[in-house]
């Protein structure tokens, strides 16, 4: 009987041990995926701190694109750089916030001015005017946009 008490209290030890390192072998692979989910963000996040370095290169290009002089040749040259650069951020996973018309969002929108309802034409707290686009990065807000709104 003493034998069996043992044999059964050795067995129970080994299913012991045996459960302890089935659970640190599954934590130990939860950890590894959250590792890994950690560094693939890192890696799709990295050249967020570039980008911010070439959006106002881009931002210059818009304003030039308003004062073109009527050269047809010049100004088409002029488009197909500013496409190749927005085709880059693109690729990138860049996207411009839109913004002309639709109603203020404190969450991707930072206010630089008021404008009449009445003269505008527009509902209160209408994007009226894009002084500075926006952009998000892969879904997440990288640089709000900067707008006038109707008051």
């Known amino acids: 009987m003493e ?7 050795k067995i129970s030890k080994e299913e012991e041990y045996l459960n302890g390192w089935k659970r640190e072998r599954a934590d130990f692979l939860n950890y590894k995926k959250e ?4 560094i693939g963000q890192l890696v799709k996040y990295a050249n967020e701190e570039i980008i911010l370095k070439i959006l106002p290169i881009l931002d210059n290009f818009y ?6 002089p009527e050269n047809p040749k010049f100004a088409d ?4 750089i500013k496409n190749q650069l927005c085709d880059f951020l693109q690729k990138e996973g ?3 916030i839109e913004v002309l018309g639709k109603p203020f969002d404190p969450n991707t929108m ?3 001015g008021e404008a009449e309802a009445e003269a505008e ?4 707290g209408t994007i ?3 002084v500075q686009r926006g952009y998000t990065m892969h879904g997440k807000l990288i640089r709000p946009a900067k707008v006038r709104v109707t008051k």
């Open 3 to 9: 034998e069996e008490i043992k044999k059964v209290e």
């Open 77 to 80: 040259g002029f488009a197909q």
């Open 110 to 112: 930072e206010a630089v």
């Open 121 to 124: 034409g527009g509902d209160e």
């Open 35 to 38: 590792e890994m989910e950690r």
């Open 94 to 96: 860049i996207e411009p």
């Open 128 to 130: 009226v005017e894009e």
């Open 63 to 68: 304003l030039a694109e308003k004062h073109l």
